[in-house]
């Protein structure tokens, strides 16, 4: 059973820093895609940022891109989200997924497993 428990969210004032956690167990993520979403009150789930395990490679959408960076610690199984400069817009709260066969990594449905998801406030 895979299970993914984020953590780092919280609130900051805009321009400031957070870094969020994604540990992930129950099987090897070497074949696997991980990704960062976000849901803001009364919008639709949308694509932050992904890693392909295997290789390192990062996507990110272009409303993050410059700020937000993902990594991962392969010996903890984890998966980081540094976000800097941060702006109001990018409240929300931040989901972390995985999934195998995931063939557009910006599009949720390929994802099979979710964390609970961190709330990200940021102050104007």
């Known amino acids: 059973q895979v299970q993914l428990e984020e953590s780092g969210g919280g609130l900051v004032q805009a321009g400031g820093s957070l870094r969020l956690s994604c540990a992930a167990s129950?099987?090897?993520?070497?074949?696997?895609?991980m990704g960062w979403f976000r849901q803001a009150p009364g919008k639709e789930r949308e694509f932050v940022t992904a890693?392909?395990?295997?290789?390192?490679?990062?996507y990110y959408a272009d409303s993050v891109k410059g700020r937000f960076t993902i990594s991962r610690d392969t010996a903890k199984n984890t998966v980081y989200l540094q976000m800097n400069n941060l702006k109001p817009e990018d409240t929300a709260v931040y989901y972390c997924?995985?999934?195998?066969?995931?063939?557009?990594?910006?599009?949720?449905?390929?994802?099979?497993?979710w964390g609970q998801g961190t709330q990200v406030t940021v102050s104007s």
């Open positions: 997924a995985t999934g195998e066969f995931v063939l557009q990594h910006f599009i949720p449905g390929f994802y099979r497993y």
């Open positions: 129950g099987r090897t993520f070497s074949t696997y895609t």
């Open positions: 890693l392909t395990w295997s290789t390192g490679s990062a």
